[in-house]
Nanobody
């Protein structure tokens, strides 16, 4: 079965850390650029981070730069999002996508491109609260 599955969300206190996983089955994730997106209640979806295929170039939204790190584990067919120094405003459903590199970067900055991805996960909820 071809799918992307996110995991690792949960409740964490401000200043805490979480590591999200985006695991692919049925296809090789390393052939695709992978993006992480989030959507908070009542807000538009926003691009958080993405990693290209090949050279592994990474991109981060200004709001998470210096706090979040995206990485790949080719052997596990998984992409991770390490989230440190979490803030209440990071609370959202986080989802991952797989697609071609250009479209993935476009989706980071233009929400309409999100639907041009090849694969989407269902998301995992991250709640940052004391």
């Amino acid at each position: 079965q071809v799918q992307l599955v996110e995991s690792g969300g949960g409740l964490v206190q401000p200043g805490g850390s979480l590591r999200l996983s985006c695991a692919a089955s049925g296809f090789t994730l390393d052939y695709y650029a992978v993006g992480w997106f989030r959507q908070a209640p009542g807000k538009e979806r926003e691009g958080v981070s993405c990693i290209s295929r090949g050279d592994g170039t990474t991109y981060y939204a200004n709001s998470v730069k210096g706090r979040f790190t995206i990485s790949r584990d080719k052997a596990k067919n998984t992409v991770y999002l390490q989230m440190n120094s979490l803030k209440p405003e990071d609370t959202a459903v986080y989802s991952c996508t797989a697609g071609d590199p250009i479209t993935t970067v476009q989706a980071m900055y233009g929400p309409s491109y999100y639907y041009a991805m090849d694969y989407w996960g269902k998301g995992t909820l991250v709640t940052v609260s004391s």
